[in-house]
């Protein structure tokens, strides 16, 4: 089975702060992904990679940055969290050259004080 | 981009009764359409998906069909049982481009 973990389920932190959220896929998968969840406004994609050391800006990048160092782990960082990050924020990995079908993490659920 | 529109945001069914999400898109060019089960503190599960070469697709009770002309898909779920309830999610993309999400759809199955 395909396995995408998350490193924390559930994450408290206070206002500036430098957070870095992690995310490990066991699967080769090419291309990762990082999504907030928000109620109402469903999935909002954050930022996505094709490959190691790739990075591509989503619909909301604004006050987050990535990194992929190695295939296998995408992390996403809030430089100075904010209130208004608090959030439910979810990895998913998908092969490049398929169907597109992509595996979700079980998410980190952050509050920012 | 892709916009994708997914109603209702909230639906209730009786255990045994059918279930339907319906999305819209925007794309033209988009080709694939997955359905995701997301349960109370997991991440999104693929329970089903299809191409933009088949009109239906089935898997025991769930059912997704594509209309392409009219440029909307819908999820169907027959004889509901009470682990149907979840928040549903359609997509659309067009070849490896990112999945474009509706809104959800969060379904109670009441015994």
């Known amino acids: 089975d395909v396995k995408v973990t998350q490193s924390s389920r559930y994450l408290v932190k206070r206002t500036g702060e430098k957070v870095f959220l992690e995310c490990v896929q066991d699967m080769d998968h090419e291309n990762m992904f990082w999504y907030r969840q928000d109620p109402g406004l469903g999935l909002r994609l954050i930022y996505f990679s094709y490959d190691v050391k790739m990075k591509e800006k989503g619909d909301i990048p604004e006050g987050y940055s990535v990194s992929r160092e190695k295939k296998e782990r995408f992390s996403l960082i809030l430089e100075s969290a904010s209130t208004n990050q608090t959030s439910m924020y979810l990895c998913a990995s998908s092969f490049w050259d398929r169907d597109g079908t992509q595996y979700f993490g079980p998410g980190t659920r952050l509050t920012v004080l | 981009g892709e916009n994708v529109e997914q109603h209702p945001s909230t639906l209730s069914v009786q255990e045994g009764d059918s279930a339907v999400i319906k999305c819209t898109y925007s794309d033209s060019a988009s080709n694939y359409f997955p359905w995701y089960k997301q349960e109370l503190g997991k991440g999104p599960q693929l329970i089903i998906d299809?191409?933009?070469?088949?009109g239906e697709k089935k898997d025991q009770r769930i059912a997704v069909t594509l209309n392409k002309t009219a440029k909307h898909f819908s999820l169907h779920i027959t004889e509901t049982q009470p682990e149907d309830s979840a928040v549903y999610f359609c997509?659309?993309?067009?070849?490896?481009?990112?999945?474009?999400f509706g809104k959800g759809t969060r379904l109670s199955v009441i015994a």
């Open positions: 299809i191409r933009s070469n088949v």
């Open positions: 997509a659309a993309s067009r070849g490896n481009t990112p999945l474009v």
